[in-house]
């Protein structure tokens, strides 16, 4: 059951500049092995559900150890018959233009 | 490390009316017994984070049996002193009107 | 063209407590007219398209006066039949468990 | 008041396949002239926040001329002093890795 999702976490006691928050964040779905894409509103990563669930809980628990407010959005995306969605859907789209 | 997050799930191939599916997953975060709430754009649910996604796979696996595709979105919120947010939030805010 | 949202926003560059802003943007949508809710993770609002992005364009202003890094998020559905969904959504979820 | 926004819309009614009105929407927004980026979970935009919401307008208005229900969501982030942030952001997480 692969599922594709956009993945995005950031603290708000740490003041305006959270890059390095992210970073440690995308350096852990990485380190996964997952497919991921990371954009300017978040990471996008396709895997098992089990698999990305993982990743994203060990990005929660990294950023819980010096922060004490954290916000984070997932949007998720499964397809029954889908297959290497992270490169499939952009260019579904595209050859549509 | 409680959090609270958003959570709302619906398949797209079901055509228009997807009450009955979310209803499907709303009764299986009422059985797990955590605070939660039903809103017109999702359902707020507050624990522990690996009840909270224990919660929110029961929902997705139990519309993988039926559902071709399905969209989700998890928004969620964790503040280290907080309790019982999913009612002190809404007060937080409402006592400063 | 009704549409129903789920519309949250807050800073980033005030710490962890955010609610002053939060009521900030609240108050504006009821001061709107539009039937709404205040949940725990965004304040869900019905109305015609522009007037929701209006109330929503208010909220934005309202923050960028003293806030320098702003985050928000809006979740919408619409539905073309759809009339009161504010009430309705949550009363068809309810009588389907 | 620039701001950088993930957006995302698609139909309920049309079955598991949408990639038709999600490429009718993308048109839209590359016509905008706005940067943008499109992804596997959302098109990234950056403009002035009138900018932003016209062409997010536009979409919707697009869709609705054929579809009986549709979903879409915007993840929006604002910073006083950002510019480029379409490519910024990237750009220093990944200096950070």
Same mark, same amino acid.
């Given at each position: 059951m692969s599922v594709l999702v956009n993945f995005a976490i950031f603290p708000l /006691? !740490? +003041?305006?500049?959270v890059s390095q928050y992210v970073a440690r964040a995308v350096k852990i779905i990485k380190d996964s092995g997952l497919p991921c894409n990371l954009g300017p509103m978040g990471t996008s990563i396709e895997g098992e559900w089990d698999e990305v669930m993982m990743a994203v809980t060990r990005c929660f628990e990294a950023l819980t150890k010096d922060c004490d407010r954290i916000y984070f959005t997932i949007a998720g995306d499964y397809r !029954?018959? +889908? !297959? /290497?969605?992270?490169t499939a859907k952009v260019e579904s789209v595209e050859g549509k233009l």
């Open positions: /006691d !740490k +003041g305006e500049s !029954k018959k +889908g !297959k /290497d969605r992270i």
